[in-house]
T-cell receptor
């Protein structure tokens, strides 16, 4: 595809359920980033990868959040035992290599936890 | 205290006006990004700066590393420029920080 894609675009789940959010970066992009944006707030960094290696996960709020990128392409952000405070827009971005390159953002997944 | 502060938070301008949005940060950085978030929610990267000045069309971004300050300028503003503009920095310690955004409305 021409840009970063994310799926699903919208996810409604009940509190306590696990969710998996998918990001498909631009083909060939080495770096992949996950962000979270609450309504009316700026984005918040969660984690990023170079290839399949998770470089920085300091932004993950707690151990219910995890991310993987096993083959260095598609990434999955998993939230276990979701809570209402997890409701937000989850955005993925990719860049050709490293954090010195501009990032291309996906459309986001709007997560609502009831 | 936020590591990245933007001003103003909200800005309304008449079409054609010259617009400046400011960003100040308190950490050492390796790069600063200006992002544009459209009313529909999509985010587009406008600029990435580590020094000096960049220009793209009617948009100009400058950064002063010593003063820890960056500005985004829009010349000859147009209603389609209406969006939220977000300043983001990556610190030398590999942390990413975002401002809360400046909501710009350009009136015809």
């Amino acid at each position: 595809g021409a840009g970063v894609s994310q799926s699903p675009r919208y996810k409604v789940t009940k509190r306590g359920q696990d969710v998996a959010l998918r990001c498909d970066p631009i083909s060939g992009h080495v770096s992949l980033y996950w962000y979270r944006q609450a309504l009316g707030q700026g984005p918040e960094f969660l984690t990023y990868f170079n290839y399949e290696a998770q470089q920085d996960k300091s932004g993950l709020p707690n151990d219910r959040f995890s991310a993987e990128r096993p083959e260095g392409s598609i990434s999955t952000l998993t939230i276990q035992r979701t809570e209402q405070r997890d409701s937000a827009m989850y955005r993925c971005a990719s860049s050709p290599f490293g954090v010195q390159n501009e990032q291309f953002f996906g459309p986001g997944t709007r997560l609502t936890v009831l | 205290k936020n590591e990245v502060e933007q001003s103003p938070q909200n800005l309304t301008a008449q079409e054609g006006e010259f617009i400046t949005i400011n960003c100040s940060y308190s950490v050492g950085i390796s790069a600063l990004h200006w992002l544009q978030q459209h009313p529909g929610g999509g985010i587009v990267s406008l600029f990435m700066l580590s020094s000096g000045k960049k220009k793209h069309g009617r948009l100009i971004a400058t950064i002063n590393i010593q003063e820890k300050h960056s500005s985004l300028h829009i010349t000859a503003s147009h209603p389609r420029d209406s969006a939220v503009y977000i300043c983001a920095v990556r610190s030398g310690g590999n942390q990413f920080y975002f401002g809360t955004g400046t909501s710009l409305t350009v009136i015809p």
